[in-house]
């Protein structure tokens, strides 16, 4: 049974409802439910509105599964393989030229690709699906079986799915299986400028 999550001022529920599952059924996923995920990621806003994102993804039938699934580390293979996708979010590194400017390393790339996985999971969520990133993962490897281009940058994979039985994590996984807390906002939000005494505030 999941823990109930309770904000400290009222916000959209549908934002409490998400949360980080392992646990999957190995079900097939719609290609159509797949692409309206990655649809809500494709309206996140960006620095110029350049879309530095690009989604890679895999379904558990395709052919293409195995391969994704292989640039997982072992702790990740052992839960994420009962997922019903895979997606790898990828940014671009490179701020293309548009006439006023030439082209520009981008410092905004993985805050932005980080705006389309929030839609992501949220989109994912909305539709009845669990949705977790992953920076657990073999970059070296990955570079090579995505075929990445030096430009662009692997920020996390994304496991899709649906909830399944969490007997089948191992015990560490299972005792984990919930929606986790979040510290108070008095302790994160502050007004005016990053206190002084940070950490006698932080403990309080």
Do not use: C
Request: proline share 6%; net charge negative; no cysteine.
């Amino acid at each position: 049974m999941h823990t109930v999550r309770t904000a400290d001022h009222p916000i959209e529920p549908l934002i409490l409802s998400r949360w980080s599952p392992r646990a999957y059924d190995a079900s097939q996923m719609p290609q159509s439910d797949l692409l309206t995920i990655l649809e809500g990621g494709r309206w996140a806003p960006s620095a110029f509105n350049i879309q530095p994102w690009r989604f890679l993804y895999a379904r558990r039938e395709d052919k293409h599964w195995l391969a994704f699934t292989s640039i997982l580390n072992p702790e990740n293979q052992e839960w994420a393989r009962q997922a019903s996708a895979l997606i790898f979010l990828i940014s671009d590194t490179v701020m293309p030229a548009d006439g006023n400017r030439l082209d520009a390393t981008s410092n905004y790339n993985s805050f932005d690709a980080g705006a389309a996985w929030m839609q992501v999971a949220l989109q994912a969520t909305a539709l009845g699906y669990g949705a977790h990133a992953m920076a657990g993962l073999n970059f070296d490897q990955a570079s090579k079986v995505l075929n990445l281009p030096d430009r662009f940058r692997l920020e996390v994979g994304i496991t899709i799915g649906r909830a399944g039985d969490a007997s089948g994590l191992s015990d560490d996984l299972r005792a984990r299986e919930v929606p986790s807390g979040r510290m108070p906002l008095k302790q994160i939000s502050y007004s005016g400028p990053f206190p002084v005494r940070f950490h006698d505030i932080a403990a309080e």
